[in-house]
């Protein structure tokens, strides 16, 4: 077993990520190739799926010259893309226009059709309380076929990104759990797909489009073509694993595979998700979806939008200085606001920041939030405001957990990857002001790892998804929340929790008049 080597492809927003791996979990090598995102109208993005096949070719090809590996020591391929990302394709697979992209939200008319509908339907929208998300397929497809009714009815199949790089590697056309649980309204205990979803926003005839296989994360959705196989320098045969959606993906390089834990995926966002043993829903959270990831199971999931690139936009427009004096000492600029800020008490000296600069997911799902500074003084420096945007993230997640909480969902600890694992202070904050502890393992790109471990399962290198996650997934540490500096943030988190229903009245009126002058 130890001879045997995973490949794990990952399409994220901006390139196209692959790993190697041992049989045991190593990360052997990486490489990854951008490809541009079109916006030709406002809240639109595209790309194209022939620079997707490009940038997974030429990032395939340097991992496997970097990693010494010859073809036939590929045991497995697992791959994930975004989702919902929609591609209408020929019979071959061939893409007939640029993939309509995960965050586009052209669709907000089609969602708005299905917001009067009552019943199961609604448990998937935060128990009902939230409209439809124009991310969703129903909804991408109602557009597609209202306003490029040419392409919907050329099209024989509409498939998710990560159903498009299954068929591109193995020929194989199939829905996967994931996606068709979380953006497509498929319910096993329902039947399958909610039909009604798609007869109330217009587009009830396109079944016939939709691959009819809804394979769960794991199974072998085929071998590797020939023609895949000489692109990408790899071994035609070689088994392919059905993959999804890379959020959840990194699940799976987490091992958070039971109820009791939760992924916490950092980057430029927080996603946050969870194992249910019943199908549980409730304000402030999405779900539950059944068989996302684990068949009898039931995922949930929350996120913040402005988490890392809060940060990052801070960094680059607010502390010049900052990263003047980091480059002539050798070190980030991260590092050194991480270096001046660690000393602050819990609060940043009387600050709260509400980040949400790009709107918010959940609790609210509200596009037109924006962020707010309370407290701020003559007194404050930038490490005040780069610390307070910190602890603004964690509070974030503990408001997130409190949602969870009130449906009778209660993590024991969560599990860790990411951009955030970088600085241990930040993780450490993170167990301080939720009360959680934080696990964190061996590798940080625990999509790709989990991409791995689906391929392993796939290729008989361990019987199971289960069993290879607990093999191949190694936790290295976990922190611990503090018990003293908890109780300083209780109150905190609190103050911040009643920030936004305070001013959300305001900040609606600000954004309408904004656009409405724009």
Known sequence: ???????????????????????????????????????????????????????????????????????????????????????????????????????????????????????????????????????????????????????????????????????????????????????????????????????????????????????????????????????????????????????????????????????????SSHVMLGQAERPISGTGFWGAFTDAVVPGLFLVETSGVSTGSALNWFKDNFAHDVLIEAEQQGVSGYDLLNERSKDLRPGSDGLIINEYFQGNRTPYSDSKARGVILGLTLSHRPHHLYRALQEAVCYGVALNLKSLAASGFVPTEMVMCGGATRSRDWVQMHADVTGVPIVMTEVADAVALGSCVLAAAAAGVYPSVADAAQAMVHEKETVHPRPDLHEQYVPLVRLYGKLYPAVHELQHELTDLTEARA
């Open 1 to 267: 077993m130890t001879d045997h080597h995973l490949l794990g492809i990952d399409y994220g927003t901006e390139s196209c990520r692959v790993g190697v791996f041992t049989a045991d979990g190593r990360p052997v090598t990486f490489a990854a190739t951008p490809y541009p995102t079109h916006r030709p109208k406002p809240g639109w993005a595209e790309q194209s799926p022939k620079d997707w096949w490009n940038a997974l070719v030429a990032s395939t090809r340097q991992a496997m010259a970097q990693s010494g590996l010859m073809p036939e020591q590929i045991a497995g391929i697992g791959y994930d893309a975004t989702s919902y990302s929609l591609v209408p394709t020929d019979a071959n697979g061939n893409a007939l226009r640029d993939a309509i992209m995960w965050m586009d939200v052209r669709a907000t008319r089609q969602a708005a059709r299905a917001d009067s509908l009552e019943g199961h339907v609604r448990r998937y929208n935060a128990g009902g309380t939230q409209p439809n998300s124009a991310e969703w397929a129903p909804f991408k497809l109602a557009w597609l076929k209202e306003n490029e009714p040419d392409i919907y009815d050329q099209a024989r199949w509409l498939l998710d990104a990560p159903d498009w790089v299954g068929a591109q590697l193995t020929g194989q056309f199939a829905n996967n759990t994931c996606s068709a649980s979380i953006r497509m309204y498929h319910d096993r205990t329902q039947g399958g797909f909610l039909h009604q979803v798609y007869d109330v926003t217009g587009c009830g005839d396109v079944f016939a489009k939709l691959p009819e296989p809804v394979n769960p994360l794991g199974t072998q959705l085929g071998v590797l073509t020939g023609r895949a196989a000489e692109a990408l320098g790899l071994r035609p045969g070689t088994p392919v694993a059905q993959g999804g959606i890379d959020a959840e993906h990194g699940m799976v390089g987490l091992n958070v595979l039971t109820p009791g834990r939760m992924s916490l995926t950092t980057g």
